[in-house]
Antibody
């Protein structure tokens, strides 16, 4: 069973930093691309960043480019999102998800972790 | 930036057919995916690549695309289908784009 579990969310002051982690299990992590999506409670979904299995291809949404950084540790089966210069408008639930290619569907999601700025 | 437009809400009686639309410029030439999200839960993939039904999704769910509109159709709607539905696509300039979501009330 594919399982994704985020951690690291919490309360942070504007201008502060936070690092989200996502622990994956139930599939061959190193062979799968991963993505981060966020959702302001009660609002829509916003894609943030994508990384391929070998970390050679990375994409960012314009709203977070230069402030957020995606990375992964394949032996640890973990995905990360380093968030710097946080703003009030970054308050949201952050989802870790599996996406086989940048144009592909997001076929597995974690339960999300809440970040409050 | 590329915009996917969805009606904010819709209602349907149990047993009837629900159609949820997603509009975007030249959408028919792109690949669209659909997600279902129930309150307090993460989204779940229901339709991929315009017409593919995701694993574990009932045959009552189907997708189509034509012109500028992608459509998610749910036949024989059940109470458990009440949820928010989001369309999503990738654009080489704007990266991954989600529609604003449609709240389906049964």
């Amino acid at each position: 069973e594919v399982r994704l579990v985020e951690s690291g969310g919490g309360l942070v002051q504007p201008g502060g930093s936070l690092r989200l982690s996502c622990e994956a299990s139930g599939f061959t992590f190193r062979s799968n691309s991963m993505t981060w999506v966020r959702q302001v409670p009660g609002k829509g979904l916003e894609w943030l960043s994508y990384i391929n299995g070998g970390s050679t291809t990375v994409f960012y949404a314009g709203s977070v480019k230069g402030r957020f950084s995606i990375s992964r540790d394949n032996p640890k089966q973990s995905l990360y999102l380093q968030m710097n210069s946080l703003r009030v408008e970054d308050t949201a639930v952050y989802y870790c998800a599996r996406q086989s290619g940048i144009a592909a569907a997001i076929d597995a999601w974690g339960p999300g972790t809440l970040v409050t700025v | 930036s590329y915009v996917l437009t969805q009606s904010s809400s819709g209602s349907v009686a149990p047993g009837q057919t629900a159609t949820i639309s997603c509009e975007g410029q030249n959408l028919g030439s792109k690949v669209v995916h659909w997600y279902q999200q129930k309150p307090g839960q993460a989204p779940v993939l229901v339709v991929y690549d315009n017409i593919g039904r995701a694993s574990g999704i009932p045959e009552r769910f189907s997708g189509s695309i034509s012109g500028n509109t992608a459509t998610l159709t749910i036949t024989r709607v059940e109470a458990g289908d009440e949820a928010d539905y989001f369309c999503q696509m990738w654009d080489s300039i704007n990266d991954v784009v989600f529609g604003g979501g449609t709240k389906l009330t049964v």
